[in-house]
C-alpha cells in the first residue's frame, strides 16, 4: 500500500498502533461472541454426527457460559497483576486452542470439555480489553474507541447465526459443524501476532491480590447450581441433586461471609461486600440473572425448535434469527433516544420483549407446523426490539449507585451474573423444553409433540419477563452520572 492509500501513513505511530491493537482487542470480542451465538444453530448438527443427548445440548452453551462467568471474576484482576497485554495473549492463545480441540472432538464428552476450556480462556482475555483501551487512548478518543463495539457486536448478532448455517451446510472440506470452530483458528492466530507487536504493556499502578479462595467458593457454588439443573431430567431428578443445589445456597452463603471477613481483614476481596448493601446493585444483580436467564433459554431453545420440530437447515435455522437480530440493533437504537426516561425504558422493553414471545407462541399456534421464517418474522423483531430497549441501559442504570472505587468490582460481578444466567437459561429452560417433549428430540418424535414443548417453554419465558419486569423496581429511577475512578472499569457491553 503506497503513502497515498494509507490515511495512517502521515500519522504518528502512536495513534496508528492503539487503533491496530483496537481491532485485535474487537477481534477477540469478535470470537467470544460468535461462540456463544452459533453454538446454539450447530447443536442439532453436532449431536447427528458424534451422539449425545438432550443434556449434551444444553451443556454445549451452558459449559461455555458457566466457565465464563467463574472465569470473569478473577480475569480482570489477572490482567491487572500480571500484565494486561501478556493475559490478553495468554487467554487468545488458549482460546484458539481450544477452538482447535472442538473442531477435532471425537465424541461428545470431549467436544463439552473444550467448550469449557474456552470459556475459561475467553474469560481470561475479555477483561484485558477495557483497561488496555483506557490506557492507550486519551479522553478524547474513548468514547470513539468505545463506540465501535456496538456496530461489531450488533454485525456479530446478525451475521453470527447465518454464518454458522452456512458454514455446516457448506460443509467446507468435508468439515460439516467442525468448520464453527476451525475458523477461529486462522482469526485467534493472526491476532497473536498483531497482538504481540502492538498491545500496550502495563498492568495497574495497585494491583490487588488475588481472593483465590473466594474464587474457588464462587465457582463451586455456581458449578452445584448447574449441573443438577442440567442432568436432573436424565436421571430422573435423584435425591443428590436437590442435595447438590441446596449446597449451592450454603457455599455462597459462605463466599458472602468470606469475603466479609478478607475485607475487614484489610485484604482485597473478590467482590466488595458493601456492594450487596446498595438496594440498586443488589436488585439489579437478581432482576439481572432472571433476565439473561430468559434471553439465554430462549436463544437455544427456538434455535433447537426450527431445527429438530420444523425441520430448518441449519443456514434456514441462522436465516430465521436475522429479524430477532435487527430488533435488538434497532432497539438500541430507540433506547438512546429515549434515555432520559431512565428506568421507564427497561420497563417498556421488557413489555415489548415479553409482547414478542407471547407473539410467537401465537404464531406458531395459528400456523403449525408448516410455519415460515417469515411467519415469525414481526414477532421476532418485537421480540429483539424489546431486548434492545432492555439491554441498554440495564448497566449503565444498576451501576449508577456504586461509588467510584467500587466500579470495577461492580462491574466485573455484574457481567459474571450475566455468564451465570446465561448458563442457567440453558440449563433451565433446556430442562424444561426436553421435559414437556418426554424425549431426547430424536427421530420419531412427532412435530406436534415439538408444538406443545416449545408453546409451554415461551409461556414460561413470558413469566420470567414479568418477574423481571417487577424486580426492575428496585433499580433507581434515573443513572445517576459519577466520576469513573482511575483504575475502575466499566461493564463489558452486555452481549445478545
Known amino acids: ?103 477435532l472432538a471425537t465424541g461428545p464428552g470431549m467436544l463439552v470439555g473444550a467448550r469449557v476450556l474456552q470459556g475459561l480462556f475467553g474469560a481470561l482475555m475479555l477483561p484485558q480489553g477495557i483497561g488496555m483501551i483506557k490506557q492507550m487512548f486519551p479522553p478524547k478518543e474513548m468514547g470513539a474507541a468505545f463506540g465501535l463495539f456496538g456496530p461489531v457486536m450488533g454485525l456479530s448478532s446478525v451475521g453470527g447465526p447465518v454464518l454458522a448455517g452456512w458454514l455446516i451446510d457448506a460443509d467446507l472440506f468435508g468439515t460439516g459443524w467442525r468448520m464453527i470452530f476451525l475458523i477461529n483458528v486462522p482469526v485467534g492466530i493472526a491476532a497473536l501476532l498483531a497482538g504481540l507487536r502492538f498491545l500496550p504493556a502495563g498492568r495497574a499502578e495497585r494491583a490487588q491480590r488475588l481472593d483465590l479462595t473466594g474464587a474457588a467458593l464462587a465457582s463451586a457454588g455456581a458449578a452445584l447450581l448447574v449441573y443438577p439443573l442440567v442432568q436432573g431430567r436424565e436421571l430422573d431428578w435423584p435425591a443428590w441433586t436437590f442435595a447438590m443445589m441446596a449446597a449451592a445456597v450454603a457455599v455462597f452463603a459462605l463466599f458472602a461471609w468470606y469475603e466479609t471477613r478478607v475485607r475487614r481483614a484489610g485484604r482485597d476481596p473478590l467482590v466488595v461486600p458493601g456492594l450487596f448493601r446498595k438496594r440498586a446493585f443488589t436488585g439489579g444483580l437478581i432482576s439481572g440473572l432472571v433476565f439473561f436467564c430468559a434471553l439465554a433459554g430462549f436463544g437455544l431453545v427456538f434455535a433447537l425448535y426450527t431445527q429438530l420440530g420444523l425441520g430448518y437447515s441449519p443456514l434456514k435455522a441462522g436465516l430465521a434469527q436475522i429479524p430477532w437480530s435487527v430488533g435488538i440493533v434497532l432497539g438500541f437504537g430507540l433506547a438512546q433516544a429515549l434515555s432520559r426516561l431512565g428506568r421507564t425504558v427497561l420497563h417498556i422493553g421488557t413489555l415489548v420483549m415479553a409482547a414478542g414471545i407471547a407473539a410467537v407462541a401465537f404464531t406458531l399456534e395459528a400456523a403449525g407446523i408448516g410455519v415460515s421464517p417469515w411467519q415469525l418474522t414481526p414477532a421476532l423483531v418485537v421480540t429483539g426490539l424489546g431486548m434492545g430497549m432492555l439491554m441498554a441501559p440495564f448497566f449503565d442504570i444498576v451501576l449508577s449507585g456504586v461509588e467510584p472505587e467500587e466500579t470495577g468490582s461492580a ?13 442457567l437459561g440453558a440449563a433451565v429452560l433446556g430442562t424444561i423444553f426436553f ?55 466499566p461493564a463489558a457491553p452486555a452481549k445478545a
Not at 38 to 45: E, G, L
Open 1 to 103: 500500500m503506497n503513502d497515498r492509500t494509507d490515511p495512517l501513513r502521515h500519522a504518528p505511530a502512536s495513534y496508528r498502533w492503539r487503533w491496530i491493537a483496537l481491532l485485535v482487542i474487537l477481534a477477540g470480542e469478535i470470537m467470544d461472541m460468535l461462540d456463544t451465538l452459533i453454538t446454539n444453530i450447530a447443536a442439532p448438527s453436532i449431536r447427528a454426527d458424534i451422539g449425545g443427548s438432550a443434556g449434551t445440548l444444553q451443556w454445549l452453551a451452558a459449559g461455555y457460559t458457566l466457565a465464563m462467568a467463574v472465569g470473569l471474576i478473577t480475569g480482570g484482576r489477572l490482567g491487572d497483576l500480571y500484565g494486561r497485554n501478556r493475559m490478553f495473549l495468554v487467554g487468545a492463545g488458549g482460546f484458539t486452542a481450544a477452538s482447535l480441540l472442538c473442531g
Open 435 to 489: 421435559g414437556v417433549l418426554g424425549t431426547e428430540g430424536g427421530p420419531g418424535t412427532s412435530a406436534a409433540d415439538f408444538a406443545t414443548a416449545m408453546r409451554i417453554t415461551l409461556w414460561v419465558e413470558v413469566g420470567l419477563l414479568v418477574l423481571t419486569f417487577a424486580l426492575a423496581f428496585l433499580l433507581p429511577r434515573q443513572a445517576r452520572p459519577q466520576e469513573p475512578a482511575d483504575e475502575a472499569a
Open 411 to 423: 462491574g466485573g460481578t455484574l457481567t459474571a451474573v450475566q455468564q451465570l444466567g446465561g448458563a
